[in-house]
């Protein structure tokens, strides 16, 4: 899906673009994702998958994978390790919230995994990368989620993505 400039549909083409987005991932404690954005494997773990990003993930922090199959931690190069999950929203919520210790916890997706978290009232703060490129299939973002009260708190262009944050209000 790389384009002729070697960016993904939403990636910033600049590198001031990037860095702010670096910045961004650089002040997060800890991650959660489901499983399917860790990977497309699905049922009992492949063990040669590492994830989509290579030896040396963008996080370099602890990352909580949800999934419902055991798996070891997988400690990664920059300092990132995945940890999977296997009892709830909540247990990785508070795994998360204890190794970011002061720093904030980003539950990163995908759209199941962040409709659950909102679902469920655990999202005080959510950023949004809106893109002009559709896929035409998949989980929407929002789906089983009760009506939310939302207040714009940031807005930032770039490129090739819309970057928009909203605090939660209920």
Same mark, same amino acid.
């Given at each position: 899906m790389a384009g002729a400039t070697g960016c993904t549909p939403g990636?910033?083409?600049?590198?001031?673009?990037?860095? =702010?987005?670096?910045?961004?991932?650089?002040? *997060?404690?800890?991650?959660?994702?489901?499983? $399917?954005m860790f990977g497309p494997v699905r049922g009992a773990w492949d063990r040669q998958w590492k994830g989509w990003w290579g030896d040396n993930p963008p996080y370099h922090a602890? *990352?909580?994978?949800?999934?419902h199959h055991p798996r070891d931690p997988q400690p990664m190069d920059g300092g990132t390790t995945f940890y999977f999950v296997t009892d709830g929203i909540e &247990?990785?919520?508070?795994?998360?919230r204890e =190794? =970011?210790?002061?720093? $904030?916890?980003?539950?990163?997706?995908?759209?199941?995994?962040? $409709?659950q978290y909102l679902a =469920?009232?655990?999202?005080?703060?959510?950023?949004?990368?809106?893109?002009p490129f559709t896929l035409g299939a998949g989980t929407r973002l929002f789906d089983g989620v009760p009506s939310l009260n939302l207040e714009q708190v940031e807005s930032r262009?770039?490129? &090739?993505?819309?970057?928009?944050?909203y605090r939660v209000l209920s």
């Open positions: 990636c910033s083409k600049t590198p001031e673009q990037r860095q =702010a987005e670096l910045d961004r991932l650089a002040a *997060v404690g800890a991650f959660i994702m489901g499983r $399917n602890p *990352v909580f994978v949800l999934t &247990s990785a919520l508070r795994q998360a =190794a =970011a210790g002061e720093r $904030n916890v980003s539950i990163h997706g995908g759209a199941t995994t962040i $409709n =469920a009232g655990l999202i005080d703060e959510l950023r949004l990368h809106i893109v262009a770039a490129d &090739s993505v819309t970057h928009v944050t």
